[in-house]
């Protein structure tokens, strides 16, 4: 003896409303991991201009129109909400990529343990990858701005004026360890991280997935500065449009990128992972104009 079940019009629309969550679920892994072409939006638009304004408060900005994008904090226990203002400009040689963003406190000093400096990141890619550092098929290239590496300083005695430091002599009285090596330890060996002095305030970057940040300064496109002005920081991140080392990522009309932002703040203790970030977003070059 067959039983036939019915099916009610509750457990139908159940039913599709369960197919339709699906489907979107599928539809969004498709999205995030496996399109091949740039389909994230909003779309900033690299406009075409005959002079490159690289300096954050340069008149000629103000007449640019920005992409204004929200900011997600992470791992960050009640950080307030935050937007960062995109613009981007390039002379058909150099691209100018600049970001503004609030920030009530202006923390350019490291050099304490309790001390960190305000940040500010871009991310590209040639096609659309995970956003935590793209994966192992899909490297990403980033430019990371620094305040401490622009108007940092490296002052022992600055920041620890009751300092004292004792050491060991020889037999002839010279000293065995010097006061660098028990103060700047990092500075004394030569870590470039730890150098008094930075030639570019930018570090470039590549990453393929998690746990895979990498440091590739030998081969930087990237140079950048920063200024902050009643309330607000502005960073100009500029770069060559070609693809000047390997694995760089090059712009193009017919080849728009990927492209995500992030800043720390210094006095919410940011860093590392620590920050805010946006979702992707399309970094689209002008068309030159027809002769």
């Avoid at 990927?258 to 620590?274: E, I, L, N, P, T």
């Amino acid at each position: 003896m067959r039983i036939v079940t019915r099916i009610s019009r509750k457990q139908w629309f159940a039913s599709g409303v369960i197919l339709a969550l699906l489907g979107l679920a599928s539809g969004l892994a498709v999205y995030q991991f496996g399109m091949s072409k740039p389909v994230a939006t909003p779309t900033i638009i690299v406009r075409r201009v005959p002079e490159l304004p690289t300096e954050p408060l340069a008149a000629a900005w103000r007449r640019v129109s920005a992409v204004v994008l929200p900011l997600a904090a992470v791992s960050t226990p009640n950080a307030p909400a935050r937007q960062v203002s995109v613009q981007a400009l390039t002379d058909g040689k150099q691209m100018a990529i600049r970001l503004e963003w609030q920030d009530t406190t202006r923390d350019v000093l490291t050099l304490r343990p309790q001390d960190f400096g305000d940040q500010a990141a871009m991310m590209l890619s040639a096609q659309l990858a995970n956003a935590c550092m793209g994966q192992v098929d899909v490297p990403v290239n980033i430019w990371q701005w620094k305040a401490d590496w622009q108007s940092g300083t490296r002052d022992m005695a600055a920041a620890f004026p009751n300092m004292y430091t004792d050491g060991f002599t020889g037999d002839d009285g010279k000293p065995l360890l010097t006061e660098d090596l028990f103060t700047r330890p990092a500075f004394t060996v030569g870590n470039a991280r730890a150098a008094a002095a930075k030639a570019v305030p930018v570090e470039h970057l590549v990453a393929g997935g998690f746990s895979t940040l990498t440091a590739a300064n030998d081969n930087n496109p990237a140079t950048g500065r920063g200024a902050y002005d009643e309330g607000k920081w502005a960073v100009v991140f500029t770069r060559p449009l070609d693809a000047g080392t390997p694995g760089d990522v090059a712009l193009a009309a017919q080849a728009p990128l990927q492209s995500a932002f992030a800043v720390w703040d210094g006095h919410q203790m940011q860093r590392d992972g620590m920050k805010y970030v946006t979702a992707w977003a399309v970094l689209q070059l002008e068309a030159a104009p027809k002769q």
